[in-house]
């Protein structure tokens, strides 16, 4: 079974730019959570998306949104890109979001806000 | 979610058990332990969860307290691939709604 994809996997932007990265969870799953990770804040969750609905939602400015499709694959854009948004984005994916589950996780896409 | 303490680092010798304590004591009952590991560069991957009883994968063993205020995973014999930051991390046991909360893990480094 294929595990999550992500794309692009690097991508280099400029302030003031927007951006939209893709994620592909694993067959089946319909939970898909996403996290930026920097070197000084660490791993934060952004937001967590299931059956195309916004479920979660972390601590970030509205700047940061996403989307989930009808075929569980998700989105996040992020509008306006700050220098402080150059960071691993991360995606993960579990078949319905329970707590018991295991959450998988993506490769990431390492963005740089220039 | 209830916080978690870990040692910011540790070293371990090749072919030897890796013991990585987490301090849970705000813990409440109806509360996962879960463990992540995140090798360099890579997303995070899962290692084992527990709720009371001790667990063991063919990854790791996961051992908690009594008390259910701390715990230990153990890597029974390391190797250079186990070379990670491993995360700590407690759950509540809601009916739905997938969140990790990160901390700042513990970062093991396997020497040979």
Known sequence: KAGVTQTPRYLIKTRGQQVTLSCSPISGHRSV????????????????????????????????????????????????????????????????GMVVETQYFGPGTRLLVL | DAKTTQPPSMDCAEGRAANLPCNHS?????EYVYWYRQIHSQGPQYIIHGLKNNETNEMASLIITEDRKSSTLILPHATLRDTAVYYCIVRVAKAAGNKLTFGGGTRVLVKP
């Not at chain 1, 660490?42 to 998306?49: A, I, N, S, T």
């Not at chain 1, 009808?70 to 993960?92: F, H, I, K, Q």
Request: aromatic fraction near 14%.
């Open chain 1, 33 to 96: 959570s996403w996290y930026q990770q920097t070197p000084g804040q660490g791993l934060q969750f952004l937001f967590e998306y299931f059956s195309e609905t916004q479920r979660n939602k972390g601590n970030f400015p509205g700047r940061f949104s996403g989307r989930q499709f009808s075929n569980s694959r998700s989105e996040m854009n992020v509008s306006t890109l700050e220098l402080g948004d150059s960071a691993l984005y991360l995606c993960a994916s579990s078949l319905e």
């Open chain 2, 26 to 30: 705000t813990i409440s009952g109806n």
